[in-house]
């Protein structure tokens, strides 16, 4: 099964910037839709971005515009260039794996943001 690892989270100020890894093993993520998810506090967790095998992306209204998303297949690796950050992105954020509309691979750890003045 297809596990990864989220990296890259810390502390910053509103309007700041922060870019999430996403390193994966035991499988190839080449082949799959990659989504990043997050979860607040108190809250469910919710889809951010998506990007498919063929680089088609997608994004959560909340953060279109502010967020990309990109992947680097030869390192196994998904991005989250996360700029002009607010308060409201304060949440641990999650990769994941998805084919056929099912999440295929182990939650990982997540990493920490957290946005505050």
């Known amino acids: 099964q297809v596990q990864f690892v989220e990296s890259g989270g810390g502390s910053v100020q509103p309007g700041g910037s922060l870019r999430l890894s996403c390193a994966a093993s035991?499988?190839?993520?080449?082949?799959?839709?990659m989504n990043w998810y997050r979860q607040a506090p108190g809250k469910q967790r919710e889809l951010v971005a998506i990007?498919?095998?063929?680089?088609?992306?997608n994004y959560a209204d909340s953060v279109k515009g502010r967020f990309f998303i990109y992947r680097d297949n030869a390192k196994d690796t998904v991005y989250l260039q996360m700029n002009s950050l607010k308060s409201e992105d304060t949440a641990v954020y999650y990769c994941?794996?998805?084919?056929?509309?099912?999440?295929?691979?182990?939650w990982g750890q997540g990493t920490q943001v957290t946005v505050s003045s």
């Open positions: 994941n794996a998805v084919a056929g509309g099912i999440v295929v691979g182990s």
């Open positions: 035991g499988s190839r993520v080449s082949i799959y839709v």
């Open positions: 990007i498919t095998s063929g680089g088609i992306t």
